[in-house]
């Protein structure tokens, strides 16, 4: 592939998709239209911009990579995603009617409007939207810097510098709509590598000899089902507690539409699993001397394909970067505007005059915060383990517990959150804990229901109108 070739293709592509986001977006003036689309996000636009953001990084570059080392095991996290996505559609779809602005607003909520659980959530969101932009600006950078032969840390640079133009002039609105683009090309080309793979390796025959298994296996066999279920429910829960999903929630049009959107677009990424497995083990096969795993898609690109074609499958996988990219950032920019403002501002919103300003110079905070977080970090797939079973596992078990457990009190909300992080610190940490447990999401997990249910149990939970907490919540929007 022309690396000249390529760096003029992406650029004018990236031009078009700007151009497109500030046409788009040039009837939205307020700060709910810049951050939430105008809450009037409906089904073609919601299944658009949810499929492009949960087959990012993770479910592509990952996945790939996962596919080259462990056969079918790259296909388990796509459907992990699909099965989180109908989960939440079926349970917090209905979170709409209460027309939250951000997650931390709605998880005080189950907790009385406790503003301690508000600030504590509020912090960890961001952390958590800055973890997932990071990776995808990782992943971005891998992709591009293999393209076009610059150096990893430029590459990370011009692939923030990509996604944020047209979500810093744009705002949301330029973000679901080009979102919904992405996933039209992400498609496209995965399914012609996936294709073509098959094809050159003579079936699915020779490559499920290779993985070890049949391709609806999952790499079971090798894993065992106990910490194939343990994964999967580890990793499906975490989609409750990712940010930039609870925000989709926020913008959709009304619950049904939401919730048709979610669950079509779990069946679309839980199918969608087995591509990258597809081109992985392929992959293998192939190349079976590659050196980085996390290549071996935009290897498989140059080797297999056409100039022509390889040139739209890479940046197909650009867009896949890109895409969740765009809706990371915008997810921690909410709670910078709406949470984390007033708390500088001795709790004063921001003005509404000001809201859009105040809110694009978030947009570019948060990515900024990200890239420096990015910058170290060289491989995909570790990275948003790391940052997944960090932060989201206790706070989806927060969640979980708040909306359905009428026993649960604020203390074991925070207790859920904190230790389910520590947990996976630990884990992470110490290579003994990492060898016995495996997957730091498993313990996470565990650890976090075990202490939420121990600390409310041994504290008082305190009754509360929720008529009267969403009154409080949104009259806080307002001061």
Sequence with gaps: MDNVTFIIVFGLYLIGITGFGIWVSRKHKSGEDFLLAGRSLGAFLLMGTTIATCIGTGSTMGAVGTGYNNGWL????????????????????????KRFVTMSEEVAFYYGGNKSMKSVVGVLVFLASVGWLGGHIVGGGMYLSWATGIDLTTAKIITAIGFGLFTVIGGYVAVVWTDTIMAFVLFFGFLIMAGVSVYLVGGISPLEEVAGGRILSFGIDNMGWGAFLAIIV???????????????????????????????????????????????????????????????????????LTPAVGLLVVIAGLSATMSSASSDAMAGTSILVRDLYP???????????????????????????????????????????????????????????????????????LASIFGGSLTSL??????????????????????????????SLS??????DPEEVLMQLKEERTI
Excluded at 346 to 367: E, H, Y
Excluded at 459 to 464: A, K, L, S, V, W
Aim: proline share 4%; hydrophobic share 50%; glycine share 6%.
């Design 74 to 97: 790259g296909a388990v996290y796509g459907l992990a995603v699909g099965i989180g996505l109908i989960a939440t559609a079926i349970f917090f779809a209905d979170s709409r009617e």
């Design 234 to 304: 580890a990793s499906s829960i975490s989609i409750i507690a990712t940010p930039s999903i609870r925000q989709r929630i926020y913008s959709g049009k009304d619950t049904k539409t939401i919730k048709k959107s979610f669950i079509v677009s779990g069946i679309v990424c839980a199918m969608f699993a087995f591509i990258p497995a597809i081109v992985g083990v392929s992959a293998s096969i192939l190349i079976p001397d590659l050196d980085k795993a996390n290549f071996a898609f935009p290897q498989m690109a140059a080797t297999i």
């Design 343 to 413: 708390v500088l501002t001795k709790g004063k919103q921001a003005p509404s005059d000001l809201v859009v300003k105040i809110s694009r110079f978030s947009l570019v905070i948060t990515i900024v915060t990200a890239l420096l977080f990015s910058i170290t970090a060289n491989d995909v797939l570790s990275y948003l383990t790391k940052m997944l079973s960090t932060i989201t596992t206790g706070l989806a078990i927060a969640i979980i517990l708040g909306r359905f457990w009428p026993r649960a009190t604020w203390q074991g909300g």
């Design 426 to 455: 630990a884990v992470m940490t110490f290579p003994t804990l990492s060898n016995a447990v495996g997957h730091p999401a498993v313990p996470a997990l565990v650890m976090a229901i075990l202490c939420g249910v121990i600390v």
């Design 459 to 464: 504290t008082r939970r305190e009754d509360f």
